[in-house]
T-cell receptor
Framework: GENVEQHPSTLSVQEGDSAVIKCTYS??????FPWYKQELGKRPQLIID?????GEKKDQRIAVTLNKTAKHFSLHITETQPEDSAVYFC???????????FGSGTRLSIRP | DAGVIQSPRHEVTEMGQEVTLRCKPI?????LFWYRQTMMRGLELLIY????????DSGMPEDRFSAKMPNASFSTLKIQPSEPRDSAVYFC????????????FGDGTRLSIL
């Protein structure tokens, strides 16, 4: 089955700097890669997703890149702000239509 | 628009008691997912329904766990008998077309088994 590894587990960046979170997946059949943000005590919320037919997708300060050959994808947050502090989860679909497999999460802290 | 609605938000009960968690998906969504979140194991899929039919229950830990979806607007997750290791946050999520469409999560039920 699919296995998703996420790095780093914690990340601290200065406000205004960029943050990058990386994930690798094992199942070459994976074709859907969402990213979720979870603030403390809250529900996971989808912030961006990418499908395997594109290599990059942007939404304002957030971008995701996908390298299908290397089986890794990354989340890029530019001009970080205090409200970006949260746990971020990547996920990959695998070959199953019924589940996505989540990474272990990255706790992002923005230093003022 | 109302999102995914879960109840109760918090549940504290003693070991051995039956626990029932409830979920109302977003109207029009035909896929429903139950997840469990713990520090040790992260976010785990327990069961997935499509059009009210259980499609994948491979994540259900053991026979003490059961889930039903009697209609398109309601699902339950039951634990009987409950054990302390079942303590976790349980999330329900729904989507408009399986796991490869954006999943919208409810606010979760924080379950504590004493």
């Amino acid at each position: 089955g699919e296995n998703v590894e996420q790095h780093p587990s914690t990340l601290s960046v200065q406000e205004g700097d960029s943050a990058v979170i990386k994930c690798t997946y094992s199942d070459s059949a994976s074709n859907y890669f969402p990213w979720y943000k979870q603030e403390l005590g809250k529900r996971p919320q989808l912030i961006i997703d990418i499908r395997s037919n594109v290599g990059e997708k942007k939404d304002q300060r957030i971008a995701v890149t996908l390298n299908k050959t290397a089986k890794h994808f990354s989340l890029h947050i530019t001009e970080t702000q205090p409200e970006d502090s949260a746990v971020y989860f990547c996920a990959a679909s695998g070959s199953s239509a019924s589940k996505i497999i989540f990474g272990s999460g990255t706790r992002l802290s923005i230093r003022p | 628009d109302a999102g995914v609605i879960q109840s109760p938000r918090h549940e504290v009960t003693e070991m051995g008691q039956e626990v029932t968690l409830r979920c109302k998906p977003i109207s029009g969504h035909n896929s429903l997912f139950w997840y469990r979140q713990t520090m040790m194991r992260g976010l785990e899929l327990l069961i997935y329904f499509n059009n009210n039919v259980p499609i994948d229950d491979s994540g259900m830990p053991e026979d003490r766990f059961s889930a039903k979806m009697p209609n398109a607007s309601f699902s339950t997750l039951k634990i009987q008998p409950s054990e302390p290791r079942d303590s976790a946050v349980y999330f329900c999520a729904s989507s408009s077309g399986g796991a490869k469409q954006p999943q919208h999560f409810g606010d979760g039920t924080r379950l504590s088994i004493l």
